[in-house]
């Protein structure tokens, strides 16, 4: 059936196409091949899930393992030509250095052999005999798995076999299920050796061993994130004039709170004589970065807030607006929930899937009995695939919450009766988009996609050549980096445009894309102040998540400042805490914008007469007429192209 709008219009001598912009009523799948592509790549990803199943064993890297191919914890299977492999080590959860307080790091291995053990020598043991004892009173050998407990003291070769003397107290510690030793000498090199064999590692697995040195922290800091983000939701739904007052008082309470605590925390680093081992170098780095860097945030933000004050009335205004239409479509506050949870359901597949992955290879017995594992050919490649798939994904999923959340604000802007909404506008928009509208989202996901690599890249290789001390080199980098950032900002702005565009007009993704690129350039300058303000405060609403989140993970961290390098579990909560606080807050966001949109087309189509009423209500035309001052301008809209439709159709409410 032939959709209404699609008609031409003369202009002097030439015939141009004019967008006659409605919600339709009848749709088509637009962008079809884009999703066909997006299967045929997901296709790819559960070759490769199916391929790190079969060949990989994430457990060796959770569990930790031993130098004859045994998993610490488990069962095992025999390795051919390695007699000591395939013990059970169910009891057995702990790795042991047998050198542990003279560890050095080859090719990314520990040189010395490592036994499964049942627990941890909780104090030193100085004799062959104190190891025969503990091993009688406590069931855990600490020499080779051939040498009996009653040939400890009888076997020359014991000295080989068994650790070297004195065999340090030792704790079991979080970080990969090993035996750490507590003496202050050997920890510093058993320390050092851990965290150079980490820096020499790929991202991830840095990343994995900060969670796991720090997880039940994280988990919690990460459900206080959480309730903080919940908190601010219902606080911006029922927001009045006091309440942005408070928001903002705690917003520069929590900057100077933060900023004071790094700082002092650095001065109370530098100036421990105790500061001796690794880890506590790298925090006293890293807070350094930290204070510096919070400092400058709180400069600008302060800055911002003291320029942007006098706007704060109109901000009140917006967000009581936006309030009015969620509390006509309150289930759009649980959008971010599912999205939430349909995001970390794919995260934790995805790194179960690399653990997997990492973990892929053939188990090989070298002359002295003892195992190694070696990488299969194409691993590299398919890891590649693998981090894509994670950013065009998780984009994908953002997409399509965008995508409803605009579906549903088009379904009651453009609605008569404001008192009587359309029922389910939520599933009526989620319908909608997996009926007709997944390609245009895998589509613009993908766009971002390609923006965020080339960013991903140059960090990467930020990172290997900054050792060069090349000031040219490192701006360079830093100006790329900047440039790529900002033109993934833009794209994002215009993406959610062309969703909301799609939602009214059911076009593909590069026609909506312009057809709002020139519907904003005719209304950027009445528009642009009211929605980059209300973005600041929702800004600032994040800011206040992820302050004082991270304050709660300093002040939680700090106790254990001798036992681990707690600064990747804190750039993680920090990291969570603002995409926790966005993902809430993107309500709003992409509300707001929404209904700006909305508005620019009911002004641009419709001029407010009988035959051409506006959809908008008076609230909130009064509410963008004084903030723009354009009363008086709104009379004259007679002389704009789109207002001259000659049959006087009127925008129609979708179905």
């Known amino acids: 059936m032939e ?102 790091l080859q090719s990314l291995k520990i040189s010395s052999v490592s036994l499964c053990v049942s627990s941890c ?31 400890y003291t009888l076997n020359p070769k014991a000295a080989e076999l068994c650790p070297t003397l004195p065999v ?85 309470f929590g900057l100077l709170l933060v900023s004071g605590v790094l700082w002092w925390l650095y001065y109370d680093y530098r100036n421990d004589p105790s500061t001796e081992l690794e880890t506590q170098k790298e925090n006293v780095k890293f807070l350094l970065g930290y204070a510096i ?26 967000f009581r607006i936006v309030g009015k239409i969620i509390g006509r479509i309150p289930f759009l506050l ?92 939520v599933l009526s928009s989620i319908s909608v988009l997996f009926c007709y509208h997944l390609g245009t989202a895998v589509k613009g996901s993908f766009l971002i996609t390609i923006l965020r690599i080339p960013r991903i890249v140059l960090l990467y290789l930020y990172n290997i050549l900054k050792q060069k001390e090349s000031a040219c080199a490192k701006c360079l980098f830093k100006c790329c980096f900047c440039w790529v950032w ?21 076009t593909n993704f590069c026609t909506s894309a312009k057809d709002a ?6 209304n950027s300058a009445k528009l642009a102040s009211i929605s980059c303000f209300g973005d600041f405060i929702l800004f600032l609403g994040k800011v206040f998540v992820v302050c004082f989140t991270v304050f709660g993970g300093l002040m939680a961290f700090n106790y254990h400042r001798e036992l ?22 993107s309500v709003f966001e992409v509300t707001a914008d929404a209904m700006f949109l909305c508005f620019a087309i009911d002004m641009e189509t419709n001029d407010g007469s009988a035959e051409k009423p506006y959809f908008v209500d008076q609230e909130l035309l009064t509410f963008v007429s004084q903030s723009n001052k354009l009363t008086e301008g709104q009379k004259h809209r007679s002389t704009r192209p789109f207002q001259d439709n000659g049959d006087g159709t009127e925008l129609q409410p979708m179905t």
């Open 168 to 252: 340090p107290p030792s704790k079991s510690f979080p970080l990969l299920n090993r035996c750490v030793p507590q003496n202050p000498e050997c920890y510093s090199k058993y320390a050092s050796v851990l965290i150079s064999m980490v820096n020499e590692m790929d991202v991830f697995h840095r990343i994995l061993s900060g969670i796991l040195a720090g997880r039940d922290t994280v988990i919690g800091l990460s459900v206080l994130a959480l309730a903080f983000s919940f908190i601010l939701v219902l606080a911006f739904r029922f927001i009045r004039t006091l309440l942005v007052h408070t928001l903002i008082a705690l917003v520069v």
């Open 564 to 585: 681990q390098a707690w600064v990747v579990p804190l750039l993680l909560v920090g990291f969570f805490a603002y995409l926790m606080s966005h993902s809430f807050l």
């Open 517 to 522: 690129v020139c519907i904003l350039a005719k």
């Open 3 to 104: 959709r209404r709008g699609d008609r031409q219009q003369d202009s002097g001598d030439s015939v141009s196409e004019l967008r006659e912009w409605r919600p339709v009523i009848y749709r088509k799948c637009t962008d079809t091949l884009w999703l066909l592509l997006f299967f045929l790549f997901w296709a790819g990803l559960m070759f490769i899930t199916g391929y790190a199943v079969m060949a990989g064993a994430a457990e060796r890297l959770v569990l930790g393992y031993d130098s004859f191919g045994n998993i610490c914890g488990r069962k095992n299977t025999p390795v051919k030509g390695a007699p000591l492999s395939g013990q059970d080590m169910s009891n057995k959860k702990y790795v042991f250095f047998l050198n542990s307080c003279s560890l050095e």
């Open 293 to 318: 860097f919070s400092t400058i945030v709180t400069v600008v933000l302060l800055s911002l807030m003291l320029v942007l004050r006098k706007r704060l009335q109109f901000t009140v205004q917006l």
């Open 486 to 506: 900002c033109q993934e900002s833009c794209l994002r702005y215009f993406n959610q445009h062309a969703y909301t565009t799609t939602a009214i007009n059911g």
């Open 334 to 425: 649980f959008q971010p929930l599912w999205t939430f949870l349909i995001l970390i359901a794919f995260w934790v597949f995805w790194v179960a899937v690399l653990l997997s992955l990492g973990t892929a290879g053939t188990a090989q017995a070298t002359s002295g009995g003892q195992v190694e594992y070696r990488a299969l050919s194409g691993i590299c490649y398919m890891a590649w695939y693998h981090f894509v798939g994670l950013i065009w994904t998780s984009e994908f999923i953002l997409a399509c919450q965008q995508m409803t959340i605009a579906g549903a604000v088009v379904t009651c802007y453009f609605n008569r009766n404001k008192n009587s909404p359309p029922p389910h506008p």
């Open 121 to 151: 020598p909780q104090e030193q043991l100085n004799s062959l005999e104190d190891l025969q004892s503990f091993a009688r009173n406590n069931g855990s050998c600490l020499c080779v798995y051939n040498l009996n407990v009653s040939s």
